[in-house]
C-alpha cells in the first residue's frame, strides 16, 4: 500500500536558518504530494502541493519538488521565521485509494529567536 | 478553499458515556473524513463519511463505537460511544474534492479528555 516516510523530529533551528524536512513516498500509479502544517491548537492547513513529476510547490516561501525518481518531496525554506514554528506533515493522494490521503508521522519545528 | 467548522471544540466526558462531534463545510464537497489525532502524532483515518448511506470504516474502527452521519454534502457528525480514557483525543473532520487533486481541507479539531 501507500507510505510516506518523514525525516524524523524535533527539528530546531534559528531564526533566518535554511530549513529541509526530508519526505520520500511509495505510491502505485502517480500520486499528488502535499505538505500540511498544523499550528499549535490548530487543524492542518494545506501549505504546498505538487500534482506531477517535476511540479515545484511553493508558498509563504516555503519549496518542495516532486521527484519521481528518487521518490521524495522534500520541503525547503531559505530563512525560517518564530512564525513558522508548527507541525509539518508530508502527504500523498494516490489514484488507487478512493480518493483518502495518506500522511507521515509529522515534523515538528521549533524556530528560536 | 473551504472553511470547515467543528464545535465543539473541546469538551470533558465522564467514562461510558457519548459525545456527538459536528462538522459542517462552507461549501459542497465530494468527500469528507473523520481522523483522531493522539498529542503529537499523526492522522489516523477513522472513516469516510459518505452521504446518504454507512460510512466506509478503516480497520480497527466499528460502527458500534464511531457512529458517523452524512445527510447532506456539507454537513457530517461523528459520535463517540461509550467513552473510555483510551478515546481522549483529538477528532479532526475534513472535507476534498474541491479542485480534485485530493487536497484536503480540515477543521480546528474537537479535543475530547475522558475522564
Known amino acids: 500500500g501507500d507510505s510516506v516516510t518523514q525525516m524524523e523530529g524535533p527539528v530546531t533551528l534559528s531564526e533566518e536558518a535554511f530549513l529541509t524536512i526530508n519526505c520520500t513516498y511509495t505510491?502505485?500509479?502517480?500520486?499528488?504530494l502535499f505538505w500540511y502544517v498544523q499550528y499549535p491548537g490548530e487543524g492542518l492547513q494545506l501549505l504546498l502541493k505538487?500534482?506531477?513529476?517535476?511540479d515545484k510547490g511553493s508558498n509563504k516561501g516555503f519549496e518542495a519538488t516532486y521527484r519521481k525518481e528518487t521518490t521524495s518531496f522534500h520541503l525547503e525554506k531559505g530563512s525560517v521565521q518564530v512564525s513558522d514554528s508548527a507541525v509539518y506533515f508530508c502527504?500523498?493522494?494516490?489514484?488507487?485509494?478512493?480518493?483518502?490521503?495518506?500522511f507521515g508521522d509529522g515534523t515538528t519545528l521549533t524556530v528560536k529567536p | 478553499s473551504a472553511v470547515i467548522s467543528q464545535k465543539p471544540s473541546r469538551d470533558i466526558c465522564q467514562r461510558g458515556t457519548s459525545l456527538t462531534i459536528q462538522c459542517q463545510v462552507d461549501s459542497q464537497v465530494t468527500m469528507m473524513f473523520w481522523y483522531r489525532q493522539q498529542p503529537g502524532q499523526s492522522l489516523t483515518l477513522i472513516a469516510t463519511a459518505n452521504q446518504g448511506s454507512e460510512a466506509t470504516y478503516e480497520s480497527g474502527f466499528v460502527i458500534d463505537k464511531f457512529p458517523i452521519s452524512r445527510p447532506n454534502l456539507t454537513f457530517s457528525t461523528l459520535t463517540v460511544s461509550n467513552m473510555s480514557p483510551e478515546d481522549s483525543s483529538i477528532y479532526l473532520c475534513s472535507g476534498s474534492g474541491l479542485a480534485g487533486h485530493g487536497e484536503q481541507f480540515f477543521g480546528p479539531g474537537t479535543r475530547l479528555t475522558v475522564l
Open positions: 502527504a500523498l493522494s494516490g489514484s488507487t485509494n478512493a480518493g483518502k490521503s495518506t
Open positions: 505510491a502505485t500509479g502517480y500520486p499528488s
Open positions: 505538487a500534482t506531477k513529476a517535476d
